[in-house]
Structures are given as C-alpha cells and as structure tokens.
C-alpha cells in the first residue's frame, strides 16, 4: 500500500521566514496530494491540494509543487506568522474522493 | 462549505464498556466516510471505510469485532468501541467526501472525538 514520508519533523523558523516542508510518496497510482493544518485538539483542516497533471499550485502565501516522476511533493510557506504554527500533514491518495494516507506531520513552530 | 461534525466531542468511559462516537455530515450526502485514529503525537491512521447500506472495510490490524462501524444512513456513520481498554484511548476523527451536486470532489475531516478509557 501506499508510504508517505515526511520531512522535517519538527521546524522552527522566524516570523517573516519561509518554511519548507518535503515529502516523498510510494504508490505512483496516487494522484491527489493534500497538505492538512493541524491545531492542537481539533481536525485537520486542508490549506492546499494539488492532482498530478499539475506541477505547481499557489495560494497566497502557500504554494505547493509536485514531482510525479521523482514521487517528491513540497509545501513552501512564505512570510510566516506566529498563527501559523501548527502540525502540518502532507498526505496523498487516490482522488480526492477517496481514502487519505497521511504523512508523519511536521510541527512548524513561528517565533515571532 | 460543508461540513462534517462528530458527537460527542470528548468522551470518559471505564473499562470494559462499550462507547458510540457519531459522525455527521451536516449539508451533503455522503455514501463513503473514513474513520482514523489519531494517537498523541502521531499522524492520523486510517482504520476504516464506511460505505452506506453496506459493510466497512478495515485496514490491516483494526479488529472489526471490536470496532463497530455502522453507515445507515447517507449522512451518518457510528463507530463503536466495544469493550473499551485504555489503549484504545485516542482521537478519533471522520472523513466524508462530497459528492452529487458539486463540481469537484472535495474531502472534509470532522473535528475529532477524544477518547479516554480509564
């Protein structure tokens, strides 16, 4: 079955930084990668998705990039704030109408 | 949006007793929810897929016996833990994507329930 993997797992950077967050895939049937923001005690909330037939997606401060080929997919966060620390999950799957594997998490921490 | 809800949001039970956590979803119908269980500090592992009018499906190592999971309805789905031990204390959180009506498939995760087993 499918293995993500993720890395770092724990990331402190200063507030204005960006933050980079890797992760890496097994099954190249997976087609859907989302990336999930977690707050202590509460769901994962999804920020950003990206499908395979696409290579790069932006939102705002957040842009995520894929490489189908290398099974590599990366979160960048550009001009941290302090709410942006939390666990966050890359994760993929199938579609987005199926099951999610998730990655171990990485916990952003943003020193203001 | 939509949104997906979970009821109750904590739960203490003792030992042995078996304890019932609902997920719903609040302004779509959804034939499939997951459920994952979600330990301190560790990722989110999927335990099962609830289809609608039809049994669950487990991943490899979930007892099926021990969690109940029914999807009677296209807007409800319950896991239950049957006989209850403190390991099994943990977040548990659902997942339902939409479907019918919306132009692209989107997934939204309820906000969890805790559960302690004392």
């Not at chain 1, 620390?85 to 993929?92: D, E, G, P, R, T």
């Not at chain 2, 659902?94 to 559960?115: D, H, N, V």
């Amino acid at each position: 079955g499918e293995n993500v993997e993720q890395h770092p797992s724990t990331l402190s950077v200063q507030e204005g930084d960006s933050a980079v967050i890797k992760c890496t895939y097994s099954d190249s049937a997976s087609n859907y990668f989302p990336w999930y923001k977690q707050e202590l005690g509460k769901g994962p909330q999804l920020i950003i998705d990206i499908r395979s037939n696409v290579g790069e997606k932006k939102d705002q401060r957040i842009a995520v990039t894929l490489n189908k080929t290398a099974k590599h997919f990366s979160l960048h966060i550009t001009e941290t704030q302090p709410e942006d620390s939390a666990v966050y999950f890359c994760a993929a799957s199938m579609a987005s109408y199926d099951k999610v594997i998730f990655g171990p998490g990485t916990s952003l921490s943003v020193i203001p | 949006g939509a949104v997906v809800s979970q009821h109750p949001s904590r739960v203490i039970c003792k030992s042995g007793t078996s304890v019932k956590i609902e997920c719903r979803s609040l302004d779509f119908q959804a034939t499939t929810m997951f459920w994952y269980r979600q330990f301190p500090k560790q990722s989110l592992m999927l335990m099962a897929t609830s289809n609608e009018g039809s049994k669950a499906t487990y991943e490899q190592g979930v007892e099926k016996d021990k969690f109940l999971i029914n999807h009677a309805s296209l807007t409800l789905s319950t896991l239950t833990v049957t006989s209850a031990h403190p390991e099994d204390s943990s977040f548990y959180i659902c997942s339902a994507p939409t479907s019918g009506g919306y132009k692209t498939y989107e997934q939204y995760f309820g906000p969890g329930t805790r559960l302690t087993v004392t």
